[in-house]
C-alpha cells in the first residue's frame, strides 16, 4: 500500500511539473523558432540542439521530447507562413511568460544561446534577433551575446 502511495505521489509530482512548465516549454520552442529561423531556414543543427536542450533541461524533462518538437515545428511553420505577424506573437507569447520574472528570462535567454549556432557560425541575423528577444523580456541584449573571453552559454550550461 506505502509503495502505491509513493507512485500516486511520483505520478503526481511529474504532472504538476509538467503544469506549471507547460507555459514555459511553449515560450521556450517558440524563442527557438525565432532564433532559427532568424537565417531564413532551419538546419538540422538547429534541430539538434533543440533537442539536447530538451533532453537536459531539468525543467523541460518532464515533457517528453516530442512535444517539445512539435510546438518548435508548429512555431517554425507560423514564422514561415507570416514572418511579420509569426514573429509578433512568439515576441508577445516570449514576454507574457517570462518577462516579469528574471530567473524564467535568463533561463529562456540561456536556451536560446544552446539552441543557436557556436559562436563563429552565428550570423548578423541571428545576432539581432537574440538582442531583440533579450530586450522583449526585458534583459540587456548583451546578456546574449559572448563573454569578454569569447565564450558563449552551452548546452550544458542551461
Known amino acids: 500500500m506505502a ?3 509513493r507512485q500516486i505521489a ?4 511529474v504532472q504538476l511539473g509538467r503544469h506549471r512548465n507547460r507555459a514555459f516549454l511553449r515560450a521556450a520552442m517558440a524563442a527557438c523558432a ?14 539538434v540542439h533543440v533537442d539536447r536542450v ?9 515533457f517528453d521530447p516530442h512535444e517539445g518538437v512539435d510546438l518548435f515545428n508548429e512555431y517554425v511553420a507560423r514564422l514561415e507562413a507570416d514572418a511579420i ?10 514576454a507574457e511568460e517570462v518577462a516579469q520574472e ?3 528570462a535568463e533561463l529562456l535567454a540561456r536556451i536560446c544561446l544552446a539552441a543557436s549556432p557556436p559562436e563563429d557560425d552565428i550570423g548578423a541575423a541571428e545576432r539581432q534577433t537574440l538582442a531583440e528577444l533579450c530586450r522583449c523580456i526585458g534583459l ?11 565564450g558563449r552559454v552551452g548546452p550544458g550550461d542551461v
Open 3 to 5: 509503495q502505491l502511495i
Open 34 to 47: 525565432l532564433v532559427a529561423m532568424a537565417s531564413g531556414r532551419v538546419s538540422l543543427r538547429d534541430r
Open 140 to 150: 540587456s541584449p548583451a546578456f546574449c551575446a559572448p563573454s569578454d573571453d569569447g
Open 54 to 62: 530538451l533532453e537536459t533541461l531539468d525543467a523541460l524533462k518532464v
Open 10 to 13: 511520483e505520478i503526481y509530482a
Open 102 to 104: 528574471r530567473e524564467k
Open 85 to 94: 505577424a509569426g514573429r509578433r506573437a512568439v515576441l508577445d507569447l516570449v
